[in-house]
């Protein structure tokens, strides 16, 4: 039997009211359905609002009342109303989310429910319709309002390389769900890859006891590989990149330049040696000299601002003048075997992650842009991957930088070599609107601040006009999901990365070779 | 619903909530009674109305409000011997309004009902909103006892005085001289909550209570935050019976329908049913 929650009165297909009794605790974002016996539907509602209504007619009535107790406790006789589920009551605007038919079939919500339809809390068959719709990289459960209905939420693999936007405010579970997403892409068994970046050296071990992070996964051994500057022994590989490897583009990134600076650059790229030499004699070189030199037309207090910043790269402990020894390769090779390589950039300063990751970055979709337009059958067997950087308004503020900046490339054309980007960001009102529109998944966790939610409301793939107030009192951990794919914004608890792990399966171990296997070879 | 000068179209109805422990536990209204009164019937309808309720009439009336008025208070005293035979002893019966009836209200009505209770062990309790008691010949009386009141007993007390005589005393008209039998009903005059904003006069047939015990229960009923003072089971039964606007408004609009279909000119209709307070209040 399903829980009777009240009754619908009104009033449009997009603003449905019911009414429901005055101790019914309804919460923001709660999903309810509405039965529509006249025509066998049953419309799916999500709460967006409630107040509270009285049976009296007078405006200023409940306003009265308080005044009543609140004399009441001045004279020290405390008092409550009588009656109160007779003369009180709730009524709570809903969001039509759509209608399921006799069929079991999914509809947008294009017509009434029918008046004084009953309002329950939604049963099994009710959302047996979404089952399908949920793809296979699962974040977490279906949520209604504070309660969670064992529906998986997720997204399909495919959809990675549509790219994924994080939203939150610190403290609301992007840690958290960046570990379970990746967690599952590591339990993929190599049908998706993930370039991750760790600024805070939180996803590789959780941030300590009693968290857990990717290292504990079951998967990690044979799925995970890890990359760091200075890493742990037997925890991750030296991160070593070469100068060779650096493109204009990489600086452009991670610097800001101005115009002068910027054909400065350029200038030095071209004129002062290949495979990195350029680089290294901007280190090097007096600023002077290089001015008497190659650099003639550019002005020295310009060459001295890329030769400090040239400086400030060849001493990185992670940079190295030798390209046999640049891992980038080893990287990309991680990738296209399906694993989740994660980078720990938690060592370096801002520019050098940034560095980092549009280095990395770069040579990937570089790669898979070869092989789309060079070898379509490799490109065909590479996995999806996904490239997650943490603060992404850094790199996707204008459309424009995508004349130089790699990541609003790849958002504008990560999609056609199957590359996605992850964007994280606790604020999504610094990335280009244009940007923002190419990613087709958010997840949305708590926001406060309204510029957020207003750009995220206008570019999103699903309506999120009537959820501002639900974004803004999510708890940690609870989001809202949109994607084309699924029928509406749907509101999820996401998975606790430490509680889901538990729940992994580990990977078969190899099957002992039967005895006298290898009678009859040369070992 | 409709003053036509020479003819009255009235509806009413009365009801009864039962309460306990702060719920309200059984509502009952009955269906609301549409009559039309004209000047010439207003007598006959006063003899019948009494008829039918078992008792001879003492004086006449023919006045229409009069007559309308005596057609509600006996079906609310219907309702109150019927609530009085259903309840247990010790139990508090609230009536709306005082328990001496109207001067053409025969008392032969009202006394059996009061004895009743009493026999019963049922302290019956009536509540009058608009109390019409004078202290001499103008001063309301329920306001003289409550400034006199706040006076002795500051302005954030809950109080009760008993403004008649002794049970069983009959009562002088001071400026008649006419002696009216004795009563087993006491008036009293009573703020029942220290932060109401009303005193009421309070007539009390006690059939189980000492008057200390019976108002003290009387301010328990009346702590409800909206209405203050006032017993809160009189405030829902008054929700229950009274006739909102919007049904007022539904009845006047099926009225003049009912004119029109009757071939009354439209503006006739429109004459009849003009009410110059709309004007006035617009």
Known sequence: ?523 | MLNGRSFWVIAYRAGTIWHRDRRTVEEQAAPLTIEALTQTDARSRYSRALADAGVARERELAELGGVVDVLRELAEWRRAREAIERAAPGDVVLVDGSLHPGPFLPAALVVPIHQLALDRGIDLVGVTKASKLRWGRYAPLVLRVRRRAEEELGPNARWFLRVTGDIGTPLVDPFTGEVAPPWHSEVYVARLASRGVYAFRVDAVRGRREPTELFALLAGLSDDPAFLGYPYPLARVHQVVSLSGHLLADLRRDLRGAFLREGLPEDDVDLVMRDFHLTLNA
């Open chain 1, 1 to 523: 039997m399903p829980e009777y929650k009240g009754r619908i009165f009104g009033r449009s297909v997009q603003d449905v009211r019911f009414r429901a009794f005055y101790g019914e605790d309804l919460f923001l974002g709660e999903l309810l359905v509405g039965a529509d016996l006249e025509r066998g539907r049953r419309y799916l509602f999500r709460v967006t609002d409630v107040a509270y209504g009285s049976e009296s007619s007078d405006e200023g009535w409940a306003e009265r009342v308080a005044g009543g107790l609140m004399e009441m406790d001045r004279a020290g006789e405390r008092t409550g109303m009588r009656d109160v589920e007779r003369r009180l009551y709730k009524v709570a605007k809903v969001a039509s989310l759509g209608y399921v038919d006799t069929a079991g079939r999914f509809h947008k919500p294009k017509s009434l429910p029918a008046q004084f339809g009953e309002v329950s809390a939604p049963t099994e068959d009710d959302l047996e319709f979404l089952r399908a719709r949920m793809g296979d990289v699962e974040i977490g459960r279906l949520r209604s309002g504070e309660d969670t209905i064992e529906l998986p939420v997720g997204i399909r693999g495919e959809t990675l390389p549509s790219h994924v936007g994080v939203f939150a405010t610190t403290g609301m579970g992007k840690s958290n769900l960046m570990k379970v997403l990746a967690g599952q892409l590591l339990a993929a068994a190599g049908r998706y890859a993930m370039l991750l970046f760790d600024p805070h050296g939180e996803y590789l071990e959780g941030g300590g006891p009693p968290r857990r992070g990717l290292a504990h996964h079951p998967w990690a051994e044979q799925r995970l590989r890890v990359y760091s500057p200075s890493p742990r022994a037997g925890q991750a590989s030296l991160l070593r990149l070469s100068l060779a490897e650096l493109s204009v583009d990489d600086l452009r990134t991670a610097w800001k330049f101005t115009g002068p600076q910027s054909e400065a650059l350029e200038s030095a790229a071209a004129l002062l040696g290949d495979k990195g030499m350029w680089l290294k004699r901007l280190a090097e070189e007096e600023p002077e000299e290089l001015k008497e030199a190659e650099l003639g037309r550019h002005a020295l207090a310009t060459i001295q601002v890329l030769s400090r910043r040239a400086k400030a790269i060849v001493r990185l402990p992670l940079m190295t003048e030798d390209p046999s020894q640049s891992l980038t390769g080893k990287v990309l090779d991680d990738l296209a075997a399906g694993k989740v390589v994660l980078v720990d950039t938690s060592g370096l300063e801002a520019v050098e992650e940034m560095l980092v990751a549009s280095l990395l970055t770069r040579s990937l979709l570089d790669e898979r842009a070869n092989y789309y337009r060079a070898d379509r059958d490799r490109f065909t067997q590479l996995p999806r991957t996904l490239v997650a950087l943490e603060e992404a308004q850094r790199v996707l503020t204008r459309l424009e930088d995508a004349e130089f900046n790699v990541f609003p490339r790849l958002a504008r054309e990560g999609r056609k070599f199957n590359v996605g980007f992850c964007a994280v960001t606790q604020q999504p009102k610094l990335i280009d609107a244009e940007l923002l529109s190419q990613f087709n998944t958010y997840f949305v966790l708590g926001l406060a601040d309204e510029r957020d939610r207003h750009i995220l409301k206008q570019s999103s793939k699903q309506d999120l006009s009537d959820l501002g107030a639900e974004i803004q009192t999510l708890m940690p951990g609870e989001a809202l999901v949109t994607n084309p794919e699924a029928p509406f914004a749907l509101p999820a608890k996401v998975h606790l990365y430490e509680e889901w792990l538990k729940g992994v399966p580990a990977p078969e171990p190899p099957t002992p070779r039967p005895a006298g296997a290898l009678d009859g070879f040369y070992d």
